[in-house]
């Protein structure tokens, strides 16, 4: 019985460090395969960012400032806050592919005014670089600069 016994836990170290070496050298290959693969490698631009959809709410706002003076002023604050990431005429960064580039029409037709308010005012979530800028922000942007500047970034578009 004892004898038994002793054999039977003998046995088990052997065949633990096994499995253990597979697991292992599987965790090894699954680590080097997704190091070198981006998760989005195979899907479009779009796919790469995490943009959350506005609420209703925000997606039927219309946009109250949109005279030549707003458009003006709202240039003014992209180019100072803006602009280094979205580039000077929206024209986006080379190297850091999921920035918004607001240069490319048929994007920016499938996004509502309100869209584009909801996401400056409140950023992309924790995880995207595009902050926070509204009233509650470290930048303090309100409403009504938000509005030119969106004002701004349509005429990046035509
Ligand atoms: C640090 C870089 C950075 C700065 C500065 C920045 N953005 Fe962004 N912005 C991004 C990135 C990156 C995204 C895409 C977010 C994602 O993929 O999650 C984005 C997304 C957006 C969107 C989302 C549009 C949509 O499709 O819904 C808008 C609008 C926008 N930015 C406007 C602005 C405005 C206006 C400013 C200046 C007040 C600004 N951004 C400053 C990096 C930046």
């Known amino acids: 019985m004892r004898l038994r016994e002793c054999r039977g836990t003998g046995k088990a170290p052997g065949a633990i460090g096994g499995i253990a070496f597979v697991v292992l050298l599987l965790v090894g290959i699954i680590i080097a395969w997704s190091a070198h693969q981006p998760a989005w490698a195979d899907e479009g631009m779009t796919e790469k960012r995490k943009i959350p959809d506005a609420p209703a709410k925000f997606l039927e706002m219309k946009n109250p ?94």
Do not use: N
């Open 65 to 158: 400032f949109t005279s030549l003076r707003d458009i003006k002023r709202g240039a003014k604050q992209y180019g100072s806050k803006c602009a280094d990431c979205h580039g000077e005429e929206g024209e986006g960064d080379p190297d850091e592919p999921e920035v918004v580039i607001f240069k490319d029409k048929a994007y920016m037709a499938t996004r509502a005014d309100g869209q584009l308010f909801y996401i400056i005012k409140l950023g992309a979530g924790e995880e995207a670089e595009m902050e926070a800028f509204g009233p509650d922000s470290d930048v303090a942007l309100s409403d009504k600069k938000i509005w030119q500047i969106i004002a701004f970034i349509r005429t990046l578009a035509p």
